[in-house]
């Protein structure tokens, strides 16, 4: 995998919504409007670019460490979810892309993810609540608009695919500890006997995803999840990720 430099910045929004008291099952799915104002519709093919997902343990002293076995799973499970999902909802046509691992950040097609990845983070910053861009808003409401362009570079992924949209997906899943859990415990066993609400916190699922026409470069589909608990380890548990992540996915 090509780029794995999104985990602070996806921790970042997790917090910002964990402070905004939105952490359990949080979600902000937007979905672009077309040059008339009418509601864009994924149609024709859709290819899933291989998904940016890191899988932590979570510590007693806090600390996320990796696990490659739980990571793997995951990347084998989220596709297959995804598959599962659109096929249920009569949705488009639906292929798969590796990123080839010798992908050099310079290529054409390294220049393209690292220019999602941005997009799809700015995307999720700037559109939450207080922090919406001037030029991102509709001068009437006020409301954030999904109005994001990645540019004809998208081409490339297009020629390598034949597909007409790519869903991107960047996943940071943690879990706690035996550990953790008990000194998780403890805290809030001890704050309530002080009559306070104590917890140092376990496990979260922070999940961004956006849909891209290829042939425009627009930005058609975008959300952020959050939330603490759920499990991309099984099958199970990556279909009810990705029914969450991919919530009003415009089909």
């Known amino acids: 995998m090509l780029i794995r430099k999104s985990t602070i910045r996806i921790l970042v929004l997790a917090l910002v919504y964990v402070w905004c008291g939105n952490a359990i099952a949080a979600g902000s799915a937007k979905t672009a409007a077309g040059q008339h104002g009418e509601q864009i519709r994924i149609q024709g093919s859709l290819v899933i670019i291989e998904p940016d997902i890191e899988l932590t343990e979570v510590t007693a002293g806090g600390l996320q460490e990796p696990r490659r076995e739980w990571t793997d799973a995951a990347r084998r499970n989220y596709p297959e979810g995804v598959k ?7 949705g488009p046509r639906i292929s798969t892309f590796d990123i080839p ?5 310079g290529s054409r097609l390294g220049q393209v993810l690292r220019l999602n990845q941005e997009v799809a983070m700015s995307i999720a910053q700037y559109s939450a609540t207080g922090s919406v861009l001037a030029t991102k808003k509709d001068p009437l409401t006020g409301k954030p608009l999904l109005d994001w362009q990645l540019g004809q570079g998208v081409q490339e992924i297009r020629q390598l695919t034949g597909a007409d949209y790519a869903l991107f ?8 500890s035996s550990g953790r859990t008990a000194l998780r415990t403890f805290a809030l066993i001890a704050g309530a006997a002080m009559g306070a609400y ?9 999940g961004v995803a956006s849909v891209v026409d290829l042939r425009t470069g627009q930005v058609v589909w975008h959300n952020l999840m959050v939330r603490q608990s759920g499990d991309l380890r099984d099958e199970k548990g990556a279909r009810a990720a990705v029914k969450q992540l991919l919530e009003d996915l415009p089909l």
């Open 101 to 105: 691992d010798d992908t050099a950040p």
């Open 169 to 176: 997906t960047y996943v940071r899943d943690s879990y706690a």
């Open 84 to 90: 599962h999902l659109l096929s249920r909802e009569n």
């Open 198 to 206: 104590v917890d140092i916190g376990g496990g979260v699922q922070v």
